[in-house]
């Protein structure tokens, strides 16, 4: 068995049938489901083609493939899951088919550690089965929210419920017409020391007091329809029940919805720029320049070896971090996961910028290429900016 296949052989037969389910029906919807999120008219509504894939994909026993809780997901390990996240991240889409797309799952992974009974009823068991979209609320436009202790909209005791008011931005999936259910990080112990301060309260999308400001735009992409939603709360009320967990624990929870989501992210990287590459290999061998094809000339066969050089060596340090992950949890795997998490997003701009590169021109209007290195741009802010995970490595090596 390869380094880089899954650890035990029951998910190296998962990963194979994923990866024909990618070639038999994800691919060849590609077009399709980009002519749907091109239409200006159809954009922000689900697209018919991925909810028919959707269909296909659970009953192929292909369905909440990141989960290891083996009551609600497929139970795999981090490590056994790692290649097949490498694969859902070839298409930006994809992992959406298998339920296994972000924000949702670190939801679903809060809700299945920390939710009562009665909140995994109402909310788990719909995203599961993949019924309704959620989004996790809690950088906010007006402190620095890479210092999660900064954040302070307001969550207020008020009899038997809550009472919220503040502002958040960049909120992804807020925009999908299914998105039912926020996570919001709030203040409810504002005297409390600051890693005590902040909790986190579920909030149906449809409470009075939740309006959508606007959506954003990461380089001209809105990433319709999950988008990345600007999102005022009003005197927004819920009942205290809402509370996940216990008052005060927001930001101890942050902490551990975030470790598994960064992993996730970074496998998912390593399939976009191996994508990238597979694409500038095709335009290597079939592009003439001077006389001869691209890949004979010197600086191309740099570019497309180094890629290979660095996406392998990204992708081993993903696995490893994931084997950690799995060995110890989060803390033990602390110092492999920021590396990752440093590595990956700049590997995939290096690789996808040396792409779009030898694409010429076409490389900037490309279908794929542009929409890829937007999105490992934004990794490098996404779940915490490159400078928090950097200095967080030094300060434990220097320990
Ligand atoms: C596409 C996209 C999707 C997102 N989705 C979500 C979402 O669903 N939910 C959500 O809550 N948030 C989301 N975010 C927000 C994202 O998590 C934050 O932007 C990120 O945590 C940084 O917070 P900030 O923007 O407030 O930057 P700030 O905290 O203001 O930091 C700005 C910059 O300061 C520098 N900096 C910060 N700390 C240090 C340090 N210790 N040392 C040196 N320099 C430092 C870094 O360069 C950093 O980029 C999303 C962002 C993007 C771009």
Known sequence: MSPTSPASASADILLRKLSEFMQEHVYPAEAEVAAWQNDPQTRWLPCPRIEALKAQARDAGLWNLFLPDAEHGAGLSNRDYAPMAEQMGRVLWASEVFNCNAPDTGNMEVLAHFGNTDQKTKWLSPLLRGEIRSAFAMTEPEVASSDA???ALSIRTDGNDYVLNGRKW?????????CAILIVMGVTNPEADKHARHSMVLVPMNTPGVRIARALEA????????GHMELVFENVRVPKSNL???EGSGFALAQARLGPGRIHHCMRLIGLAQRAQELMIERAKSRIAFGKPLGAQGMAQEMIALSHCEIAQARLLTLNAAAMLDAGGNKAAK?????????????????????????????LQHPFLPHA????????LVDGPDEVHITSLARGLLK
């Open 244 to 246: 996940i967990g216990a």
């Open 335 to 363: 110092n492999e996961i920021g590396m990752i998490k440093i590595v990956a997003p700049r590997m995939a701009l290096q690789v996808i910028d040396r792409a779009i590169q030898l694409f010429g021109a076409e490389g």
């Open 373 to 380: 290195w937007v999105g490992a741009r934004c990794l490098r």
């Open 219 to 226: 380089f001209g992409f809105d990433d319709a329809p999950s």
């Open 170 to 178: 960049w909120i992804t999936g807020a925009g999908d017409p299914r």
């Open 149 to 151: 202790t900064n954040i």
